[in-house]
């Protein structure tokens, strides 16, 4: 048994449903111990090498950190140590300041220069520990204790920007391409990361971080790009690690558009297949898969076909291990339209979906699952309008796989409502601030 904590991204509840996937898929066995909105710590029963946790970090689009959890403590602790208001325990501060897992992140360090850093997350909701100073006093407490051990300098780095998401609250974790540029996951230099959940504190020492400046160089470099219409590289992976694939299997994009999903499914050593119906974009898709190809210099395995999704059993000869998709959602809507246009535009899809669904099976491996997004929109009355999916898989063979399995959440974790991971949910909302059309996430297969 093992414990690993993640760093997750902004859709929290999509990034555990992910993670859960990507593990099982792996034929791990995964109870998720604890979690808030910015950290999960699951429990696997088998231990990863260096290279299978780095290949996790990078096939993973909702985590942007992975540590092995080293030491945990009750939160209470801490909120006495640092509390947000009021007066603080110096006893409780002593013992925090401690640091006693300082021990397992470094061994042997006479005479060694040490770069180090550590990035504090916190709950998010109803925060009662000062994360700032608590970062801050914990950095200059380690630093010292490795000094007492002889290192012949420690250096720490420290993050204070305002965090992107929330501009009023302090930002006290290191972004990936800082941890890059310092070298810090190389020892005798490391990352410590804090987690704060609604009653633990858990400490990790980080393995492996998301390569973030790869990823925009990927997506601003290729040859065809199109703002209107592609999918996030980070929602791709999702979507990927939802269908239940693995490096070798084939993989079919049905709505292509620009080709992201397939390039990051190529990247992750998968055979790819493309359907769109717009003739530029199939175009465009092809040479964003050649462009890669080159770039990785590689002969990668892709077919790009100009085609309709409904008609895919006419189009694809063989059968797919998986479909991963992100379909047509609609008009790009500037401003939110009238309830009545959202009304026909979400009939509409329902019907291009459900034609889709129809024949899909029939191309698909007898396990084979279906990850797409589903649209949610917002019209300007404020009302949000979603598919029907009982309309959606009306006369298709198929059944909605539920995310997040009961079975690997912990029974006795009882969370604050806004923290809630409600088991065996039909989809899953990935929430764009300010955006008129939303995303959802479904998984479907034969059951
Ligand atoms: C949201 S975009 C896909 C974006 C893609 N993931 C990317 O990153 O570029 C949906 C695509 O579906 C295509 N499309 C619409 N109806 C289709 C159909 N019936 N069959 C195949 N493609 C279709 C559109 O032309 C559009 O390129």
Same mark, same amino acid.
């Given at each position: 048994?093992?414990?690993?904590?993640?760093?997750? +991204?902004?859709?929290?509840?999509?990034?555990?449903?992910?993670?859960?996937?990507?593990?099982?898929?792996?034929?791990?066995?995964?109870?998720?111990?604890?979690?808030?909105?910015?950290?999960?710590?699951?429990?696997?029963?088998?231990?990863?090498?260096?290279?299978?946790?780095?290949?996790?970090?990078?096939?993973?689009?909702?985590?942007?950190?992975?540590?092995?959890?080293?030491?945990?403590?009750?939160?209470?602790?801490?909120?006495?140590?640092?509390?947000?208001?009021?007066?603080?325990?110096?006893?409780?501060?002593?013992?925090?300041?401690?640091?006693?897992?300082?021990?397992?992140?470094?061994?042997?360090?006479?005479?060694?220069?040490?770069?180090?850093?550590?990035?504090?997350?916190?709950?998010?909701?109803?925060?009662?520990?000062?994360?700032?100073?608590?970062?801050?006093?914990?950095?200059?407490?380690?630093?010292?204790?490795?000094?007492?051990?002889?290192?012949?300098?420690?250096?720490?780095?420290?993050? #204070?920007?305002?965090?992107?998401?929330?501009?009023?609250?302090?930002?006290?974790?290191?972004?990936? @391409? %800082?941890?890059?540029?310092?070298?810090?996951?190389?020892?005798?230099?490391?990352?410590?990361?804090?987690?704060?959940? $609604?009653?633990?504190?858990?400490?990790?020492? %980080?393995?492996?971080?998301?390569?973030?400046?790869?990823?925009?160089?990927? $997506? #601003?470099?290729?040859p065809y790009v199109s703002a209107e219409i592609s999918t996030s590289p980070k929602m791709c992976r999702t979507l990927l690690n939802l269908a239940g694939v693995r490096p070798g299997c084939t993989v079919l994009d049905p709505f292509c558009g620009t080709g992201t999903l397939l390039m990051e499914a190529a990247l992750?050593?998968?055979?790819?297949?493309?359907?769109?119906? $717009?003739?530029?974009?199939?175009?465009?898709?092809?040479?964003?898969?050649?462009?890669?190809?080159?770039?990785?210099?590689?002969?990668?395995?892709?077919?790009?076909?100009?085609?309709?999704?409904?008609?895919?059993?006419?189009?694809?000869?063989?059968?797919?291990?998986?479909?991963?998709?992100?379909?047509?959602? +609609?008009?790009?809507?500037?401003?939110?339209? %009238?309830?009545?246009?959202? @009304?026909?535009t979400i009939r509409e899809l329902t019907e291009l979906y459900n034609e889709f669904l129809k024949v899909a099976p029939l191309v698909l491996g007898d396990s084979g699952r279906i990850a797409m997004t589903l649209p949610v929109i917002n019209s300007e009355d404020g009302q949000s309008h979603r598919i029907d999916i %009982?309309?959606?898989?009306?006369?298709?063979?198929?059944?909605?796989?539920?995310?997040?399995?009961? $079975?690997?959440?912990?029974?006795?974790?009882?969370?604050?409502?806004?923290?809630?991971?409600?088991?065996?949910? @039909?989809?899953?909302?990935?929430?764009?601030?300010?955006?008129?059309?939303?995303?959802?996430?479904?998984?479907?297969?034969?059951?």
């Open positions: 048994m093992k414990e690993y904590m993640f760093a997750l +991204g902004k859709n929290w509840i999509l990034s555990i449903a992910e993670l859960v996937a990507y593990l099982e898929n792996r034929a791990m066995r995964v109870r998720v111990m604890d979690h808030s909105k910015h950290v999960v710590v699951v429990r696997v029963d088998q231990e990863m090498d260096d290279e299978a946790v780095a290949e996790m970090q990078s096939s993973l689009g909702g985590c942007f950190k992975t540590a092995e959890v080293i030491a945990s403590y009750d939160c209470r602790l801490f909120a006495r140590a640092y509390p947000v208001r009021g007066s603080f325990s110096k006893r409780e501060r002593t013992e925090v300041l401690a640091a006693p897992w300082a021990d397992h992140v470094w061994k042997n360090i006479a005479g060694k220069r040490v770069n180090f850093g550590i990035s504090t997350y916190p709950v998010g909701e109803n925060d009662s520990i000062d994360i700032v100073r608590l970062t801050r006093n914990l950095s200059e407490a380690v630093k010292q204790k490795l000094l007492d051990a002889g290192a012949k300098r420690a250096s720490y780095y420290l993050y #204070e920007e305002p965090d992107r998401r929330n501009p009023n609250r302090p930002n006290t974790a290191l972004w990936p @391409q %800082t941890i890059a540029k310092h070298n810090l996951l190389h020892p005798p230099n490391a990352e410590v990361l804090v987690g704060i959940t $609604d009653s633990r504190i858990y400490i990790g020492r %980080t393995l492996s971080v998301y390569d973030s400046v790869l990823q925009q160089y990927r $997506d #601003e470099a290729r992750l050593g998968m055979r790819c297949i493309g359907v769109e119906i $717009d003739g530029d974009a199939a175009r465009g898709a092809r040479s964003n898969l050649k462009w890669l190809g080159a770039e990785m210099e590689e002969v990668l395995d892709f077919e790009i076909i100009k085609g309709d999704a409904r008609q895919l059993p006419e189009i694809i000869h063989d059968r797919v291990d998986a479909i991963a998709t992100e379909p047509h959602l +609609g008009p790009v809507y500037v401003e939110p339209p %009238t309830r009545e246009q959202v @009304q026909q %009982t309309k959606l898989l009306r006369d298709t063979e198929l059944m909605v796989y539920p995310l997040l399995p009961k $079975d690997v959440l912990r029974p006795v974790l009882k969370k604050p409502k806004a923290l809630a991971l409600k088991p065996e949910r @039909q989809t899953l909302p990935e929430r764009k601030r300010g955006q008129v059309v939303q995303r959802e996430v479904i998984v479907l297969g034969r059951g």
